[in-house]
Each structure stands twice: as structure tokens, then as C-alpha cells.
């Protein structure tokens, strides 16, 4: 098998209706060769805390060291991994502004960050990508169930 086959890729999503309301959040997993798909949902919560969760809740059932290359719509976590995050932690995981949210999931997310090779990528959201629509439709399905 070589590298490329290796790499799990994962495109994520997380929804609320209202925002803060119920909360669905979806992952779509794509490794060699095989589709899956997991979901979740909260009665009360909000959309940033359902996209923290989707790709949470995917790179838990990674084995050790996986290659992973996770593909979000959300800014808030693309950024808050690849930028913000290490400034958090440099400060005690608080934002320059005081409280962070969702601390419970950036802290679970920061040690996924140390078991596995992520890789992250952000996706224009409602772009036509097939796995990021397929994400986007199960997290939404998740808001009426």
C-alpha cells in the first residue's frame, strides 16, 4: 500500500437551528476506498461547538500515528487549530479577551493533535464538494431526529 492510500480523509460538518438551539454535527470518512459516516446531535448547543464536535468525534476512532487529512468548512475550526490554538495554550487556554469557549473540545481536539498526523484543510462550505455537501446534509438531518 503506499502513502497516498494510507491518508484517511475526513470532511466535516456541524449545524444548530437557532444558533444556540439543537445541535447536529456529521463526519464523513473516506479510507481506502471505503465511505462511512457517523453523526451526532445536542439539544442545546451551538454551531461552533457542533463543527468542534464532527471533527472531534471522527479522530477518535483513528488508530495511532493515522495520516489524517480533515476537511472543514468552519474557520473557527480551522483557525482555532492551526492558529489560535497554540496562543491559548501559551496563556493557560484563554483567549487574549478572557474565557474561551468550548474549552472542553479544544482541549480533547489539542490531544488528537499529539496522537495522530493531522493534516487540515479548509473548503468553501455550499461549494459543491460531494463530501462536504454529504456532511452538511447529514449534520442537518441530525436537527430533526
Given amino acids: 500500500m503506499n502513502k497516498v492510500e494510507n491518508i484517511t480523509h475526513i470532511y466535516t460538518d456541524g449545524s444548530c437551528d437557532p444558533n444556540p438551539g439543537r445541535g447536529g454535527w456529521a463526519a464523513v470518512i473516506l479510507n481506502n476506498g471505503r465511505e462511512d459516516s457517523i453523526v451526532g446531535s445536542e439539544e442545546y448547543t451551538t454551531n461552533n461547538r457542533m463543527e468542534l464536535a464532527a471533527a472531534l468525534n471522527a479522530l477518535r476512532r483513528m488508530p495511532i500515528q493515522k495520516p489524517v487529512h480533515v476537511h472543514t468548512d468552519s ?71
Wanted: aromatic share 12%.
Fill in 75 to 145: 474557520q473557527y475550526l480551522q483557525k482555532g487549530i492551526t492558529e489560535w490554538l497554540p496562543k491559548w495554550k501559551l496563556r493557560g487556554w484563554k483567549r487574549k479577551g478572557g474565557v474561551l469557549a468550548n474549552l472542553d473540545l479544544w482541549q480533547e481536539l489539542d490531544a488528537q493533535l499529539t496522537r495522530l498526523n493531522i493534516t487540515w484543510h479548509w473548503v468553501k462550505g455550499h461549494a459543491g464538494n460531494k463530501y462536504n455537501e454529504k456532511a452538511n446534509r447529514l449534520a442537518q438531518a441530525q436537527l430533526r431526529n
